[in-house]
């Protein structure tokens, strides 16, 4: 529960929506639900098992320790690099404005706060592979069934998705 | 055997010969329908599984490629060339207007005829394929990484293009021989005066290896014949092009009496390397000459024409060793060279037989100027001294060969209705099927190059009474599709086709797959209309025209709303699709635009012309399904009368 302690109060309403819609597509066995952590399954499992239940829900529900699907696996991310931002917000004008504003949902949602809503392997794999993310993770499904219409695949390379990202790190950072 | 023939062609086109020929079921072994699971399972290719080659079909009077699949004869792509179509936008659009442009003003029609594969060392590459226009004397090139039209260059001095465009082996030169003799200039001449003052012309277009950019690099004046069909030489015939003729009586009124009067009419051999050698010399005459060279950019999405002025001239009599005559029985049609480059077959079409020309007896015959007579400064050597040999009475009204680089040549009988399978080195027939019916041309995968893929024969049939569901007095011309893997040539399938399908060429589809390109970079977009983002949208007047930046993307334009239009404007719809995803492209279409809608590819800017009629608001929308929101994707458009004082005005959302 870690990262929820730097999210402002607004984002929690955001992050419980997200919770919601995921749990309306993730097809879980045991019936547990993110709020009750007593949940048991019905079949009275070891203590063992229940504790790996409950790491698996927790990891699966917290988006941020979702890194998507796709190509990305693990970013380093440093302190600000200024360069990369400039060059990333050009890049983000060019191929994304059409559908995104910071501030506003537009065709897609607004990015503000985007970066302490979702883990940055996440943000990457959305951007890069957006085809196998609305198929296949949880996250990604929801938001397609909000949404409706498909994040387009701009087919940005992963050198300016990296820098993409170091721009919405640091729209968020001046908040 | 001939007996039989002779009999189906008499009543070639009646129930009769139809019912006769038919295949009557799987055990018929005239080389009809073989066993019937095991032709549908050689031609099955599973759903999600792609065809072995690519076959590139001529339009005929549609003026367009159409592309199927093989062994499937699935269609999957009409290639627009010469003719507009408005599933593209292809010649309605600003961009694409300019490749129709001749020197007869805007031609937005053609009879393409011959589609024909680049070469690197005599093999199909995938690079481009060239057809020719044979109307409005015309040659295409048509890039394979896109298959969209790249260039279309007139031919001047021309009069029909039909022995067009036959590739040299490693595409240095695509020809354009002229079917009808015309004076050359062309002016105001009595036609009494043909034979006096009508010429034949072949030209010559090099093709820069880089860019494919064509040029007419040069033409040789020939007598006033009809030049029918042509190929070029390969192996050790590598720098000559051969050119049928018929017409050698210059006949130029009931033709089809007068021009079938010789006994023998020619093929023309073009030495083309010891042209290069006379245009070095500067032995070419420039001639004034107006002609279009027109040129589609992928950096700027758009096309230019440009009009060139003279031409290079070279004449036989000033140029010896530049072109012989091969007296050939009888009308000959097309002219096939072997793999091997040393056989050059004269499908004689009002003959019985095919004489098959030595190219090493040609050399020697030239060496020891063993010539009948010369007309125009043109030797004609002795009909015995090129021969090679005979196939003796193969079937009636031979056009086309290809060969299956297995030492088989494989002959369409028009008349007879019949492909004849023989062997090259023996003349000897070895095969034959029935065809359905009236065969033109046929076509091997590489069947007319020094290494032919084999494997598959599709015969392009020019009637097919009986064979599909009627549609009225016209019927689909059909492709039929039959395996040459084994001794027997086995039908496999047949399937309509698009026009007049004349020429087809086939190619393993790795050659072409690797190449394909999948988007236009929106950064690499250089026309200057585009609008690269959203926030570039944007509405600009310039007395009565308006510029509308408009850009594209699932599921909406920008802007979508636009006011202070007025009656007597020319609208000019720039639409910039700013996805960068492969096939998504999006379409625009607004109520009573008079020429058609634009597709537009991810990244590319096309522009529709509009000019509003009348006042009133007229919606605009997306016309290629795009996402579960492309019904949304539309807008409006105001128009007000001329003067009106509604200002110029454009928004996509609400402004806060
Ligand atoms: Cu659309």
């Given amino acids: 529960m870690k990262t929820l302690n730097n999210i402002p109060k607004v984002l929690k309403f955001t992050r419980n929506l997200v919770l919601t819609l995921i749990f309306s597509s993730l097809l879980f066995g045991c019936g547990s639900d993110a709020g009750n952590e007593n949940a048991s399954t019905e079949s009275g499992t070891t203590e063992q098992t229940q504790e790996n239940m409950e790491a698996l829900t927790e990891d699966l529900t917290d988006p941020m320790n979702n890194k998507g699907v796709g190509p990305v696996d693990h970013v380093d991310l440093g302190p600000i690099d200024e360069a990369m931002v400039a060059e990333g917000k050009a890049i983000f004008e060019e191929n994304c404005t059409a559908c995104h504003k910071i501030e506003e949902r537009y065709i897609g949602p607004a990015l503000k706060e985007l970066t302490v809503r979702r883990s940055p392997e996440w943000i990457m794999n959305m951007i890069m592979n957006p085809n196998e993310m609305v198929q296949q993770d949880p996250v990604a499904k929801a938001l397609l069934a909000e949404y409706l219409s498909p994040m387009a695949n701009q087919n940005i390379s992963r050198e300016d998705t990296r820098k993409i990202l170091e721009y919405f790190r640091s729209v968020d950072e001046v908040k | ?656």
């Fill in chain 2, 1 to 656: 055997m001939i007996s039989f023939i002779k009999k189906c062609a008499t009543t070639a086109l009646s129930a009769a010969f139809i019912f006769a020929c038919t295949p009557q079921g799987p055990n018929n072994d005239s080389g009809g329908v073989m066993s019937v699971t095991n032709a549908a399972s050689k031609v099955y290719v599973a759903p999600g599984n792609h065809d072995e080659f690519y076959a590139f079909m001529s339009g005929g009077f549609s003026g367009q490629i159409s592309v199927y699949g093989l062994p499937s004869g699935r269609l999957f792509r009409v290639i627009p060339v010469f003719s507009q179509d408005p599933e593209k936008g292809y010649g309605y659009n600003e961009e694409t207007k300019p490749m129709l442009q001749t020197s007869y003003g805007f031609v937005p029609w053609d009879d393409a005829h011959h589609p024909e594969l680049s070469q690197t060392d005599g093999v199909p590459d995938g690079r481009w394929i060239f057809i020719n226009g044979n109307n409005t004397p015309r040659i295409a090139r048509v890039d394979l990484s896109t298959f969209e039209t790249a260039e279309i260059i007139e031919i001047p001095n021309s009069g029909g293009n039909h022995s067009s465009p036959f590739i040299t082996a490693n595409s240095e030169y695509v020809v354009a021989g002229t079917r009808f003799s015309v004076p050359i200039p062309n002016e105001d001449i009595a036609l009494d005066q043909y034979k006096e003052k009508y010429k034949g012309s072949l030209s010559f277009i090099s093709v820069d290896q880089e860019s494919g950019d064509m040029d007419v690099a040069f033409q040789v004046l020939v007598p006033g014949y009809d030049y029918d069909l042509a190929h070029a030489g390969k192996g050790q015939s590598h720098g000559w092009v051969f050119f049928t003729t018929y017409n050698t009586e210059q006949s130029n009124t009931l033709k089809e009496i007068g021009a079938s009067q010789n006994d023998k009419d020619f093929i023309a051999a073009v030495n083309w390397k010891k042209a290069e050698e006379y245009l070095a010399q500067g032995k070419a005459k420039e001639m004034p000459a107006s002609y279009y060279n027109n040129e589609y950019s992928d950096e700027t999405h758009s096309a230019t024409a440009t009009q060139k002025k003279s031409v290079k001239v070279l004449i036989p009599e000033e140029c010896p060793g530049l072109v012989y005559f091969l007296p050939t029985p009888k009308s000959p049609h097309g002219v096939d060279v072997d793999p091997t480059g040393e056989y050059i077959v004269g499908n004689g079409k009002l003959s019985a037989d095919m004489s098959v020309h030595s190219f090493s007896k040609m050399v020697q015959a030239i060496e020891n100027k063993d010539f009948e007579t010369t007309i125009d400064g043109i030797p004609v050597l002795k009909y015995e001294s090129v021969l090679d040999g005979i196939v003796k009475q193969a079937g009636l009204g031979p056009l086309h060969t290809e060969f299956d680089g297995k030492g088989n040549a494989y002959t369409s009988f028009f008349i007879s209705s019949e492909v004849v399978k023989w062997k090259v080195d023996s003349k000897e027939v070895v095969d034959r099927v029935p065809t359905y019916y009236s065969i033109g041309h046929l076509m091997i995968p590489g069947g007319d190059s020094q290494k032919p893929f084999g494997k598959y024969l599709v015969a392009l049939n020019k009637i097919t009474k009986d064979r599909y569901l009627p549609t009225g007095p016209e019927l689909a011309h059909s492709a039929q599709l039959y395996d040459i893997s084994g001794d027997k040539m086995e039908l496999l399938l047949d399937f309509p086709t698009i026009g007049e399908p004349h020429y087809a060429q086939a190619i393993p589809a790795e050659l072409i797959t690797p190449r394909s390109v999948k988007t236009f970079k929106l950064s690499e977009n250089q026309h200057p209309y585009a609008a690269k983002k959203e926030s570039e949208a944007r509405v600009e007047r310039d007395g009565n025209e308006v510029h509308v930046y408009m850009t594209s993307i699932r599921s909406h334009f920008a802007p979508d709303n636009i006011e202070g239009l007025e009656v007597g404007d020319k609208v000019y719809f720039h639409l910039t699709n700013l996805e960068q995803d492969w096939d998504v492209p999006h379409g625009l279409s607004v109520m009573g635009a008079n020429n058609a809608e634009l597709l537009v590819m991810p990244g590319q800017t096309e522009t529709l012309l509009w000019e509003p009629q009348k006042p009133g608001v007229y919606p605009f929308y997306c016309t290629d399904f795009c996402s579960a929101l492309h019904q949304e994707m539309q807008g409006y458009a105001r128009v007000s009368p001329q003067g009106s004082t509604v200002a110029l005005d454009w928004k996509t959302g609400n402004r806060k």
